[in-house]
């Protein structure tokens, strides 16, 4: 049974350029939630995709977008980017919005300069 | 304000002693709540979770507590390891969070065990 994997796991953008983060569920898991995790602070839910379609979203604008694909892996897509965007960005899958509890990736770490 | 507050902010112990992390939230009602333990750089796993109806539960050599009265909860670490150096994240899920299983994370207990 494979874990969750993201990808890249390290990236350096610059002010105004866009970004995408993939992800892979766990085998089995048909949710994936994405976190924004800045230095020194726990992740703050951006949104979550249930079966392709999102059912949940955190107190982010516009410019944060994403897809869940047939096979349940993941994008985040955030365009526009700006400094306070730096940050650790975590996926998480899970089967049926939770059941069973959450399967973290490790990570990306996105640099905005 | 933070519905999940944890202290300390910062721990540092000796290995072999034991220590407790504390959690306090606003959330309520409240389906469950979750310890989880995250290295430097890498995704939260998870160590418990309790139902609002359970007082504790144990993994090892964790331990963790939940009193729903006063909305606090604690997490117990017993014979520290040096491998236990972390940070420590309370998490709370919302009996209510308008059809997605909402978690509310908390800022941390980062925990360094020195030798």
């Known amino acids: 049974e494979t874990g969750v994997t993201q990808s890249p796991t390290h990236l350096i953008k610059t002010r105004g350029q866009q970004v995408t983060l993939r992800c892979s569920s766990q085998s089995g898991h048909n949710t994936v939630s994405w976190y924004q995790q800045a230095l020194g602070q726990g992740p703050q839910f951006i949104f979550q995709y249930y079966r392709e379609e999102e059912n949940g979203r955190g107190n982010f604008p516009p410019r944060f977008s994403g897809l869940q694909f047939p096979n349940y892996s993941s994008e985040l897509n955030v365009n526009a980017l700006e400094l306070d965007d730096s940050a650790l960005y975590l996926c998480a899958s899970s089967l049926n919005q939770g059941a069973g509890g959450y399967t973290f990736g490790s990570g990306t770490r996105l640099t905005v300069v | ?115």
């Open chain 2, 1 to 115: 304000k933070n519905q999940v507050e944890q202290s300390p902010q910062s721990l540092i112990i000796l290995e072999g002693k034991n220590c407790t992390l504390q959690c306090n939230y606003t959330v309520s009602p409240f389906s469950n709540l979750r310890w989880y333990k995250q290295d430097t750089g890498r995704g939260p796993v998870s160590l418990t979770i309790m139902t609002f109806s359970e007082n504790t539960k144990s993994n090892g050599r964790y331990t963790a507590t939940l009193d729903a009265d006063t909305k606090q909860s604690s997490l117990h670490i017993t014979a520290s390891q040096l491998s236990d150096s972390a940070s420590y994240i309370c998490v709370v899920s919302p009996m209510f969070s308008g059809g997605y299983n909402k978690l509310i994370f908390g800022a941390g207990t980062r925990l360094a065990v020195h030798p």
